[in-house]
């Protein structure tokens, strides 16, 4: 059992003092630090924080879900269900960006209204809250590669 023990141990000392920094040496630029990041995580829509953005995070999570501010809002309808979806997005983790991508469409046609924000008992910031998304959205597609366009099939495909 204690031979096991510490073979196991030997392995993981020889992984992570030796192996993994001489890989890190030899990896090209691209492949480490925030490249790597941004290549392994835009595609599930996940971008870094800066400092000042996570400081910023607290201010987005006060939503009790309350349903108020969805209640004043002149564009509740379809599938549109209110803004407190953006509250609650931000009210337990950081939400997945290109999943509010369509809702986020509507309120293009917020105009000057600010009544969301002004009937939230809890001051949740709505209207920082779609700013912030609408920038954090912008730098996933940034980071993303090009879509390519959907490969036309034969008229006479199978
Ligand atoms: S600011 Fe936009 S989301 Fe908020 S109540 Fe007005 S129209 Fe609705
Ligand atoms: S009014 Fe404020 S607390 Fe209530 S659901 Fe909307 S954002 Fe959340």
Known sequence: MLLRLLNAWFWLALRALVLHPLRLLFLPAERKGRPAFLAEYTVEGLVPY??????GLHRF???INC??????????????????IFA???SRATPELPALRETLATLDRCGACTRCRDACPRSVPLLDIFAFTRRKLAEVD????????PVALPEHAP
Request: hydrophobic share 35%.
């Open 50 to 55: 800066s400092a000042q953005e996570r400081a």
């Open 61 to 63: 999570g006060g939503c």
């Open 67 to 84: 349903g108020l501010c969805d209640a004043v809002c002149p564009l509740v309808g379809g599938d549109f269900r209110g803004p407190s």
């Open 88 to 90: 609650l997005a931000y």
């Open 142 to 149: 940034a980071a993303l590669p090009p879509r390519r366009a």
